[in-house]
């Protein structure tokens, strides 16, 4: 009973912390930038920034399904959380086309957040032996 109890609690705070970050990278993502502060990056940090954006949220996403699924990875899962996370990162660089005056819609984003998502699902399939016991 108590290795259920801590089951079901895992899986709450890895469905939390996924679901935390995600909706805060979508406020990030959707603010205008006279709100954020100024930072002058070198030219291509920008896609390196998307990337990790995406790598993480992958690898939140992953570690909640590998948890529910009893510590086992599942293919179809990697699948599922790499479409989600293209059409996330899809649907976030339109709405800043739309939504926003001072961000625009960038192709090169969303193929940056498309290889971080890519490497985060290939790199959590080598490293998940090191998360079961």
Not at 31 to 39: G, I, W
Not at 59 to 72: A, D, G, H, P
Not at 90 to 115: C, K, P
Request: overall charge positive; glycine content about 6%.
């Amino acid at each position: 009973m108590m290795l259920d109890i801590k089951h079901l609690l895992a899986n709450k705070i890895l469905l939390s912390s996924a679901a935390i970050y995600t909706c805060l990278i979508t406020v990030v993502l959707l603010m205008p930038t006279s709100d954020l502060p100024s930072v002058d990056l070198p030219k291509g940090v920008d896609k390196s920034v998307h990337f990790l954006i995406h790598f993480v949220l992958v690898i939140l996403w992953q570690l909640y399904w590998f948890q529910r699924n009893s510590k086992r990875f599942l293919w179809r899962n990697g699948v599922i959380v790499l479409i989600g996370s293209f059409l996330y990162g899809t649907i976030i660089e339109i709405l800043q086309g739309y939504l926003t005056v001072s961000r625009t819609a960038d192709l090169f984003d969303i193929l940056a957040n498309f290889f971080g998502a890519l490497v985060g699902v290939l790199v959590f399939q080598k490293v998940k032996h090191f998360i079961t016991p």
